[in-house]
């Protein structure tokens, strides 16, 4: 058993709270609270990820003496002493509530307040009311620190990265009263270089786009990613959206103030088609994110980099920075947005071991006795198979869809081939399948690939650095295999990709292994396993009843298999 002293609960009790455990520097579980209380990207307390690290790590609440949070601006304080506000702010966003007329003057104060930093009082305020919390836990002696907002994204982007002497880059929304940082990594320290005010923020811009297509903000900046892919590309000479932010040295200027910004974008937005409206947004981020990261890496004489934070879940702007002429080694914290922050204070708060991440399959795992139970209870055909690779190669050869339930569950917003659905990449309509009758998706959202780390490299022309494990990125498939790869190949012919060893000894990589030998391709399409809108399934009872509701025709659990009725 490690010492005491040894064991740090970091936790974030924001958007998509969680938790994460390091004993003697190392992760031994993290969680998102979605997960368990089945809300996406759930804002509550995380009670149950905080029981499930320590259940994880065989621990009692009284065994554990540091905790570190994270946040103690002025909004985050207040929806700590009133949690009803941050749950009708997620009932809103969420489109579960009304917005009702005072909508506008709500969003103009919460594009003010936002930007206030803590101070003192906010943050003795803030330990105060999550004192209450872990007390409940059986953590109430437990020493509590809070860290800063960006300084947690940048601890979980340098310690997960396994780099030294790297520049790490934060860009969000706003937290703290900053929306982005850089820092220099060496020698496990993080030194401050710039920040950037919550006023310039780039997260922000691509939020009130969001927001203005009537998507969800932080949820759909992915489908405004997306979507820009359906129209020309623009001239930038003629992008209006351009002038809104000025680079400057190590960051941001915007023109104008978030508030009179939304009513800008409004009057823009318009006169434009909406795809049309999409391009011009992203071409506005990448542009400016990739000045800022020129910059920072001739000023700082650097060639790696490490990035997180909301701003970087856009895998097209980080294909752009990937291939830098000057990037010699780009890491992307896989879980980038403010669901990573619980994993960046446990990092902060103790000392971890590096590298940190082998693989993210760091959720609970599924017990053998209870998935039997339930796949006997459950009135389906089923069938034991013991190893059930062979099975699902020739299921998937044979152009089925199939539920793919395995081990731990991944952490992090991607499904790595823990909790998926898998298909055929060149299945005649699996996109379309799939997006409207299976998964109830926009038509447009693309799907992405699992492949071996040969096949990354046979199949896609960009691919020069190590193996990118997380589906943090774009790469470009090549030309004689877009129509093969079809299902998970964008219009502009790019994917983004899960690599997997070809040595791996787990059952993913001998099921690619499997599907070269019959398709002639080590690839799979591979998407998150949940219902329309329902996070990705955790326990065996709700990954059955998910099998059910998207009418898939197998669901492979562990060892077992069940059969559409
Ligand atoms: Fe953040």
Known sequence: MADTNDIVLGFWDGHDSG?????????????????????????????????????????????????????ADWAKTISRLWPESKERYYRLRRRLAWPGLLDPATRLAKYHLTEWPGNRLTRWLSEQALGRELAALGLGEARLTLMDHHLCHAAAAAWTSGLDDTLVITLDGVGDGRSGSLHWFQGGKLRPLASVAARDSVGIFFEQV??????????????????????????????????????RELGFHARLHASGLARHLKRLYWSQPQERFAALAQQALETWVVQLVRQALAHTGGHRLALAGGVFANVRLNQRIRTLPEVEHCSIFPHMGDGGLALGAACLAGAPRTP???????????AAESIAEVVRASGLPHRYLGDPVPEAARLLTAGRIIGWVQGRMEYGPRALGARSVLARPDLPGVRDQLNIRLKKRSWYQPFCPTLLDSEA????SDHHGPPDRWMTSLYHVREPFRVPLAGVTGRDGSCRPQM????DPGRLARLLT??????????????????????????????????????????????????RP
């Open 356 to 366: 940190m991440l082998s693989d993210l399959y760091l959720g609970p795992a599924l």
């Open 457 to 460: 490299q046979r199949l896609l």
């Open 210 to 247: 969001t927001t203005l297509m009537h998507l969800r903000e932080l949820e759909d900046e992915g489908k405004v990613m997306a979507l820009a892919d359906y129209a020309p590309p623009p001239d930038p000479a003629s992008n209006p959206l351009l002038e809104l932010i000025e680079v």
């Open 500 to 503: 997997v060893a070809d040595d």
């Open 19 to 71: 938790a994460a455990l390091l004993v003697d520097g190392r992760l031994v579980c993290a969680i998102n609270e979605e997960r368990l209380t089945r809300r996406k990207l759930e804002v509550c307390f995380p009670r149950q990820a905080i029981r499930a690290c320590l259940q994880e790590g065989g621990l009692r609440g009284e065994q554990v003496v540091q905790v570190a949070g994270c946040t």
């Open 514 to 563: 499997a599907l070269r030998q019959t398709t002639g391709f080590g690839v799979v399409l591979n998407t998150s396993f949940n219902p329309h809108g329902a996070p990705l399934v955790h326990t065996p009872r709700e990954a059955i009843d998910a099998f059910v509701s998207m009418g898939l025709d197998h669901l492979i659990l562990g060892d077992w298999i069940l059969d």
